[in-house]
Structures are given as structure tokens and as C-alpha cells.
């Protein structure tokens, strides 16, 4: 398929202007549209999580092709910003997977039709769940809690059966009210014997073998809370904890515990730690990630020195950074995007576009299309 470039239109857009199509959607969620060729998916809970749906679209016209419903009648805790299905769902182009927290765990093939599905058990937050599936090889591969309960497991994507099952020592809470926890999702780097998954728990990144789940080193510094996902480049691996807990930086390598002979830098102090639930981006040296309080950061990858800041917006932001064609693209909560140019030296912005409708979940990109989803409407940008 050839592959289409984002225009100058691209980078501007409007609740009337350069949007392409709107298809409502039945209900809430802070999960991300995931795009395969011509397809898009989104996951959405409604009637107060007991539907959850996985509802695939057209590409081109937004037309809804199918939609996949579960119902869960038992009460599931979470909280008000965090409605069920804040999973997204993940897709090889054969199936498509959608994890609906204690609902299960559900396999289709891209027409819709069930191929397995899977009780994974009880999960119970005070913050509900939001971690999202990952495909490797011949494996699905969920970071299943938070909570009283909470484990790894990768499953076998044609017969839906374990293939293993891992429980870090410090993953899950000794209560419900306890602020303890991974909603990360992992990164996977590599690919056959010298993959390795990149896990952020409670206390320690792990670098984790996805073939087998044997963890092959870990590194220590982070507090209980984690929200974001790893950042990884060939050399190194930053963490960001929630609630102004600490970021590290670690050295690819090793062997078993490498706190001592790999961590390159640990920041504790709470102002270099703004709350985070987004996940940042690497272009080269630096990171860029905007905070939860809208206020964006740029920082040396190699020293976690900040290089500046800048208030992108009134709102707060839950969306991860995302990069594409030498831009930066990021949403607020009150549907305003950014466009930044990636710049070590000051917060150089591109456009700044506005939407209509609460948006906590990460744009999406194909196809020099742009997919954004509201808590009611998925939208899509782009001439």
C-alpha cells in the first residue's frame, strides 16, 4: 500500500475545518484507535461498564463495519475518569485482541468472529485497569491488575492457552484502597532470541525474555505507582513513576540485579517529578513528554537534566507524545492538540488545533490520516 505523507493540512485542524469523517461512539473510554489498513478498532464500555465493546470502522468513511459486545453483569471498581475498556486493543492484521478487564480477555478475526476468549479472573482498583494487550510472534502478552491480584501472562494466539505466567513479588496491593500498581503497557524490542519486553512494576524495571517470561535483569529505584511505558532505545531504558515518584534511566545489559552497574541517573525530588500518566518519546538525545499538567518537558536522555518547559493549553493531559515525520503530536483533555517541532533549545509550536469533546486517550496515525477518539465520537482528520 503505498504510503501517504501528512500535508501542511495535516498539521491544522478544526471542528470544521480538514476533518474528514465523525462516527459516534456508544459510550466513553480512554483507550487509542488502532489502525490496520482499512480498518479501525476502539474499544467502548456503556450502560456503566457492563457492555464492552470492540467496534471495528472504515478507514476511509468512518462507516462502522462490526461491533463485538460482551456483558458483564457483576460490579467492577474503578474510577469516574477511568471507565471500563481503558485497554486498547491490539492487532497482527489476522486477529484483533481487546482485554475487558475482569470481562476477559477476547480474540477476533478481523471480520469480527470469535476465535477464543479467556477468564483471566477478578480484577479489582480503586483506579480501575488500562494496561493494553501486546502481540509478539505467536504470543498475546497482558499485564494483567492492578490490584489485589496481578500478574503477567502471554497466551497462545491460536488456541487461546497459556504459555506462561508471571507474578513480579511487588505487583499486587495488600488492600484495595492501596496506591500500588503497573497500568504500563510493555515494550517489546527485538525480535526472535534477542527480544526482550521491558516491564515497569512497582519498585523495578524488568527486562523480560517474551518467549519464555524469564526475566533476564532488573533495576531498582521506582515507587509503587506506575503509569507510563517505558522508553527504550537501542543503548538505554528511562522510567517515569506516577504521583511524583521517581525517573531513571538504566544501561541495556547485564545480568540479573543491575541497579549498582547500569543505572545511568535516579531523579526523587517531587519537582522533577510532575505527576505523568502519558507516555513521552525519544528523538535522539532528548525526551519529550507533556505532564499531566499540560506542561510539556524536554530532557537529556543520558542525564534526565530538564532543558525546558512550556505550558501547552489550559487543560490537563493523559495522552502519550507521539512522533511522526520529524513532528510531535499531542492531545489535552479538552480535545486541543499541539504540534511541536522537536527542539533541544525552546518549545517551537507548530499549529495548535481544537476539538470538541473530552479526549483522554493517544491520537492514532495512517495513511496520512489522523484518528482522534472523544469520549463521543471517533474522529478523523485529514483532506
Known amino acids: 500500500m503505498r504510503q501517504r505523507k501528512l500535508t501542511s493540512r495535516g498539521r491544522k485542524w478544526s471542528p470544521t475545518e480538514n476533518i474528514r469523517w465523525r462516527a459516534p461512539l456508544p459510550g466513553p473510554g480512554n483507550s487509542t484507535p488502532v489502525v490496520w489498513e482499512d480498518q479501525v478498532f476502539v474499544t467502548c464500555a456503556s450502560d456503566e461498564g457492563k457492555q464492552r465493546s470492540l467496534i471495528c470502522f472504515d478507514r476511509s468513511s468512518g462507516k462502522q463495519r462490526w461491533q463485538k459486545s460482551v456483558s458483564f453483569a457483576a460490579v467492577e471498581v474503578t ?41 483471566l479472573g477478578k480484577f479489582e482498583h480503586v483506579w480501575g485497569t488500562a494496561s493494553s494487550p501486546v502481540i509478539f510472534e505467536n504470543l498475546v502478552i497482558v499485564n494483567c491488575g492492578p ?29 484495595l484502597a492501596e496506591f500500588r500498581g503497573s497500568w504500563s503497557t510493555p515494550v517489546i524490542d527485538g525480535s526472535g532470541d534477542q527480544a526482550l519486553m521491558f516491564l515497569s512494576m512497582p519498585t523495578r524495571l524488568y527486562a523480560v525474555e517474551p518467549r519464555t517470561g524469564k526475566v533476564r535483569w532488573s533495576c531498582g529505584g521506582l515507587s509503587k505507582l506506575i503509569y507510563t511505558s517505558p522508553l527504550v532505545t537501542k543503548d538505554t531504558v528511562t ?18 540485579d543491575v541497579t549498582a552497574s547500569h543505572r545511568l541517573w535516579l531523579l526523587e525530588d517531587r519537582p522533577a517529578n510532575p505527576q505523568r500518566v502519558g507516555s513521552g518519546v525519544v528523538v535522539g538525545d532528548h525526551i519529550y513528554i507533556l505532564n ?10 543520558k542525564t534526565g537534566k530538564k532543558l525546558w518547559e512550556q505550558r501547552l493549553g489550559k487543560a490537563k493531559s493523559w495522552s502519550s507524545m507521539c512522533y511522526v515525520e520529524g513532528r510531535l503530536y499531542i492531545v489535552n483533555m479538552d480535545g486541543v492538540s499541539f504540534v511541536l517541532e522537536p527542539n533541544a533549545t525552546s518549545c517551537k509550536i507548530v499549529s495548535e488545533n481544537s476539538l470538541d469533546g473530552l479526549t483522554r486517550g493517544s491520537m492514532a496515525f495512517s495513511q496520512g490520516l489522523i484518528f482522534v477518539r472523544t469520549y463521543k465520537q471517533l474522529i478523523c482528520i485529514g483532506n
Request: proline content about 5%; glycine content about 12%.
Open 79 to 119: 474510577h469516574k475518569t477511568n471507565p471500563q475498556c481503558a485497554s486498547s486493543p491490539v492487532t497482527d492484521g489476522k486477529q484483533v485482541v481487546a482485554w475487558f478487564g475482569s470481562a476477559g480477555l477476547y480474540a477476533y478475526d478481523m471480520e469480527g468472529k470469535l476465535l477464543w476468549k479467556r477468564d
Open 147 to 175: 490490584g489485589l491480584r496481578a500478574f503477567w501472562v502471554a497466551i497462545d494466539k491460536q488456541t487461546g492457552r497459556d504459555v506462561w505466567r508471571w507474578e513480579p513479588p511487588e505487583a499486587k496491593s495488600a488492600k
Open 239 to 256: 522510567v517515569m513513576c506516577g504521583y511524583h515518584g521517581p525517573s531513571l534511566a538504566v544501561r541495556r545489559g547485564g545480568q540479573g
Open 292 to 301: 499531566e499538567t499540560g506542561i510539556a518537558w524536554c530532557m537529556e536522555v
